[in-house]
């Protein structure tokens, strides 16, 4: 169940409703939608309220795109506690339920975990942060929850003593409804916060620690702009990527990918646009000189950066395939085989020996083997301990473009043989008997 | 439980007996209870008789490395009814078994499957072969089955009526140790057919049909022969192989096969041998003349045979391993490089123009995307009725040894350049989108 029932007024952009403002190129509302989706929900009650028509045509369109039901549910009161708004769904629901916020994104592996803990006997498993520091959360506007060992003990905005923020995702059985109604009727409180508190004081609240999972409340344009960056460092900390692509690519990539999410561009387009690249950088290689070298080197560490950004925008934009990844790779190889012998003819035109041809040939043969070797060995040191370092693609064109720039066609060619062909031979035995 | 008691006499060689006796390189009782191994099956009652104290030798060494456990059991009247040597379990198996004989062998699937049907209730499941007239069954000698339905109505070496053999795969219920006791003491049959005949009597035995499956009782040395053959087809049955090591390869590679199962090679050895035949053939490319080439494309075309021979020996011996299937595939694709690479300084020296080394560079980046795109490609293609024609490393080291028959070393790598990258892109555009 997903409450989007509020006006949002701090981040109505353009005339879209808050549910349908843009993060990183998807509305907010989708992205709760296919946190749920990856954690395996196919079924969804969303309550909307303020101009909910638009919200609801978008819904219904998502629903058939991504194959899960969406029910609708309407709360003209939004203007009063979102405790209304889950009410509306008392009729409803009769199984235990995932309750999330329209506004909160949220590392989809915590859904899974709330999902797993399960609630028994009428409690509510309330997901907290206890970083009382975290910059992404906004102290004045946050919910606040006092824990004590796993039980919590209460929970509102205006709470004095706390230790830890309400994320906004809970995993509740039905009891919560007639919670809600406990609240209304005893004290008036109509928010969701009541209920929790009633139910609190009762024992039946227990709370999970979100950890390092990221999760922020997106509320107004700050709040927007933080949820984007978070949201890109997110992906990147799960991902194996090389030195430079980690430490020297990373931070003009994420730019990047933040400017393209807006654009109409999917991933494989992406990735066939650094191929082109590749392919001129090669073209330039072709042509004798300096000058042409130094643009073509320039061309292929800014397709290295560009390579990084495919597969960043495919998971900002749930644009994530097998054949995307498998394209990738196959034009990467391509990429990397044309710039190679293109450095290889350059490096010839200066001096055209059969030494520089073995070369290039030992260059191009070695790269490729370092890729074709990649899935085998990755796997096994996925087992070990810790990523080791990892010769692969970024260091390769980092190396080209550092070759071009010092005008060192002939020296990187040897360097790649060397390099590529030791690695292969290395990973040849460390995979031994395996 | 295992019955490898007899004395084999027709078998005995060189003073093995006859469960000791190699069959591709392995003993007959090793491959008995491989193929027990690779259907699940960890705990073994081995019952030997004559000679056995040698047989329980080995066996102790292949349990300790196999990590199984193998019982001995000793029937001293190894000479009367095999129906002894099962009642020496009487006492130590009281949960429904698999019985083989040791000197039956049978595609392990078989063994899988009648696991899976069970027995219930005192039941035997008898693995019977209708294929009458099975070229691998020495039907004089033979176990003949009468079966009506799925029933198995009597068994016997001496039926005048049957239509099935037994083809020695029994799954058992201890009932079986009651009906042995109960044949010999009603009429003094002491063998295994008696006591299930007891049993058919009753309606407790129903048979499974052994379809297309291979299976052979190798009881005397033209017996050995023809399981030798059968063991060898089974395995190319399973392979997805190209068009040129099916319909050209294989009549040698079967026989090289059968060659190298019986010397103390391993696999990876005969990758590796393969690989060097390679590097050979690529040296004598670069030698210029006509000469040198031919010699080279005929090394290439053994070593294509040869390739097809370290799957078949890892799968004879038990030594397949995943390393052993990447490392073949890594020295491979070395090994294709290194060949066209030769191929196209041989191209050079007849016409040195950048035309011949363009030509070359897009052969081997063909040949190795062609390579790079095979496991994607084959796993989407096996979800498919048929496999397709496969363009693979058999065709390419063919048109290599064509082309330097033909001396048209150009020729072959301008084919190669469109064919492998037309392939390439042709499994892109096939693939899209899944």
Redesign the interface.
Known sequence: MIIAAGRGSRLEQKGLSKPLVPVLGKPIIERVIRSGISAGIKDFYVVTGFNGTRVREFLDDLALHCAIRITHLSNNEWDKGNGLSVLKAAELIKDDFLLMMGDHLVDPDLIKELISKGVSDGEVLLAVDRKLSNPLVNVADATKVKVNGQRVESIGKGLKEFNAFDTGFFLCSPEIFHAIEQSISNGGDSSLSGGINWLAKRGKVRSIEIGDRFWIDVDDPVALKKAEKALLENLHAKQNDGPVSRYLNRPLSTKISRYLAGLPLTANQISFISFSLCLVASALFCIPGYRALVVGGVLTQLASILDGCDGEIARIKFEE???GA??D??LD??GD?FLL?ALT?HACADTAR?FV?VVG?MA??GS??V???AD?YDSLMRERIKPAFRIGRDMRLFLIFLGALLNQALAVLVILAVLMNAE?IRR?YI????
């Open positions: 395939s097998e054949f498998w394209f790779a196959v190889r391509y085989a012998f003819l059969l041809v040939f191009i043969i490729f083997m890729s074709y070797t085998k292969t040849i995979c031994r008997g395996k």
